[in-house]
């Protein structure tokens, strides 16, 4: 299947962090963009999202027909997640504070949803039908609640993104090593040859 919506790179691990993660380079007011500013992304994402996440949704599709109409619900997720698991991550903990407009978020997430999740090997329910991306989105940002996954959570040196650290020993530094990690390097490598023929020429 060819999925039209590339941009994006599906690196934080769960669907409700590589949403959060559609907010490039949070924090810096010169480079930061929003993928969803066009709302015709939401469901380009939401199909890209689909394959990229097959294994999390149990195969279950996403469906955002409608993507203006859901824009709200979605975005509001989006913030509040991130708002929420950026401060665990520098905290160590969830700041209950946050928790209301989280959880108000994803109910208004799930309020139209006609569906079961949680079965054995169906986690988002039937596989054969799509799924509301803003109610699969919801779910999936509360399951970042569990204490294991909390402990899990990373924020990339490199872009900010937010992403789930699965390594054995819970050593990973970036979001992904092939473009952040190979970024870092390559960086510390241009640095170090400056400064030895800065040396040099003294």
Known sequence: M????TPHRFTGG????????TVVLRGDPEKTFDRFKDLAEIARFADAASVSRAAELGGRR???PFP????PVVLAIRETT?????RAVSKGAVTTGDLPGFLKACAEGLADS???IGARGRPFGDPATPIAFEAALAVSALSLLQADTVARLRICPNCTWLFLDRSRNSSRRWCDMAVCGNRQKA???????TAARGTANV
């Open 68 to 71: 203006d109409k859901i824009a």
């Open 62 to 64: 996403l469906q955002a």
């Open 14 to 21: 769960l669907l409700a962090l590589d949403t959060a993660n």
């Open 187 to 193: 960086s510390r490598h241009y640095r170090r040859r």
């Open 2 to 5: 060819t999925v039209s919506w």
């Open 114 to 116: 006609r569906t079961e």
């Open 82 to 86: 991130d708002r929420l698991f950026r």
